[in-house]
């Protein structure tokens, strides 16, 4: 008779606790292009936070929920493809991996390099990224060039060098990126035990659609799901390229992360908001910033793209277009740590009192 199997807690964790958390190749590695014996290079990504909302609950009359992937180890959503297309270089024997960047994608290349013990060259638009985003490519030792120019110019720069130099393109054209961040949809999914009605998220360069997409279709493929979410997709209106249906020659939007105006995925994107019976829309940079300043008076810190998803969850619900009850998931995409400067625009300096018990207790109004 064998003896009996250790007691195990409902996380499946031996020792008791949580079930530390892997990483997305780990975690989804059956659903993964790697060999059985492929080393991960990994931070944990993945796993993060879906939150639920009373406050945008009770204003749409939705369930709705947050999926907050500015809680990765490098602040954004990237480092789910970035994992996987790291991983791959690596394995492949590149030395050198480069990218374009609005900002998050070169912080979590850089990030991953560092981690491989390879080198990261980034092209990033000059003055137009966020400041913390240039600061973790700095500190994980990237080669950080700023090109005068913008976000497509980057990109095709950055194309035609990976053509002809002996380094890997780690922009999300390269397929392992799109095929890592399938993972956030099966972790909605896993979360909630079923699809959302409706998903609503920021739209770039529009990987990260693309890569939903084919995350609830192939658990939809594998009988894990039988209805697909509508996909509702948001630029920023000063950045709307699929939208207008043209190529933006100078986008501007005060969410730098998606001052995009020639999107590599666009008709991916079409896809998913075609066959999804979905939408890709724009809301204006006010719309933008009133969601970013809503969602963070309830405790959830984002960064200004990720605030496009919810000021098109409002709009959706404005023009009609919820249906009580339905459940929506809102992906925020990044953190707001990343560009503090935004957050403190237009607010008052915190005042400055003396060290003080009676100067304090005043000044916080408790006497
Ligand atoms: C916070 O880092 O394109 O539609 O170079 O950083 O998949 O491009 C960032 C994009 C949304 C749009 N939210 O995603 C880059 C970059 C945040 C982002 C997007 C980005 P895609």
Redesign the pocket.
């Known amino acids: 008779m064998s003896a009996p199997a250790p007691p195990t807690t409902s996380t499946g964790s031996p020792a008791g606790g949580a079930h530390a958390w892997r990483g997305i190749i780990e975690e989804y590695r059956h659903r993964m292009p790697v060999a059985d014996d492929t080393p991960a290079v990994t931070l944990r990504e993945g796993g993060t936070p879906l939150i639920h909302s009373e406050h945008l609950s009770e204003l749409t009359g939705c369930e709705v929920h947050v999926k907050f992937d500015g809680a990765n180890p490098t602040g ?3 480092d789910r493809g970035m994992t996987m297309a790291i991983t791959k270089a690596k394995e492949a024997g590149n030395e050198a991996v480069i ?10 290349a850089a990030a991953y390099a560092a981690k491989a013990g390879m080198t990261a060259g980034v092209l990033v638009p000059a003055g137009k990224i966020a400041m913390g ?1 240039l600061a973790q490519a700095v500190v994980h030792g990237a080669q950080v060039i700023q090109i005068d120019g913008n ?1 497509d110019q980057a990109l095709t720069i950055c194309r035609e060098l990976a053509e002809t130099e002996p380094v890997e393109l780690v ?2 054209v390269n397929p392992y990126r799109i095929d890592g ?1 399938r993972s956030a949809a099966w972790e909605v999914v896993d979360h909630l035990g079923r699809a959302p009605d409706v998903h609503v ?11 939903y997409w084919r995350g609830y279709r192939e658990y939809r493929d594998d009988g894990i799901i039988d209805a697909l979410p509508v996909m509702r ?1 948001y630029q920023a209106a000063g950045s709307a390229p699929i939208v207008q249906g043209a190529k933006v020659e100078k986008p501007q939007t005060i ?1 730098t ?2 001052r ?1 105006g020639n ?1 590599a ?1 666009w008709s991916q ?1 079409l896809v998913a908001a075609e066959e999804s019976n979905g939408s890709i829309r724009s809301v204006t940079d006010d719309q933008i910033l009133q969601a970013f300043r809503l969602i963070a008076r309830h405790g959830v810190f984002a ?1 200004m ?2 605030a ?1 998803s919810i000021a098109g969850l409002l709009q959706l619900h404005e023009d009609g277009e919820l249906e009580p009850g339905q459940t929506v998931v809102c992906v925020l ?2 953190h707001g740590l ?1 560009d503090p400067e935004w957050a403190m625009s237009g607010v008052d300096e915190p005042v400055t009192i003396p060290a003080d018990l009676d100067a304090a207790a005043e000044a916080l109004g408790l006497r």
Not at 99 to 108: D, E, L, V
Not at 201 to 211: D, F, Q, R
């Open positions: 954004s959503f990237k990218c374009a960047s609005t900002g998050n994608t070169s912080a979590s985003k976000f922009n999300s961040q998220m920021p739209v770039g360069n529009a990987g990260n659609i693309t890569a997709g969410a992360a998606i995009i999107p995925s994107a960064e793209a990720s496009a995409t990044g990343k």
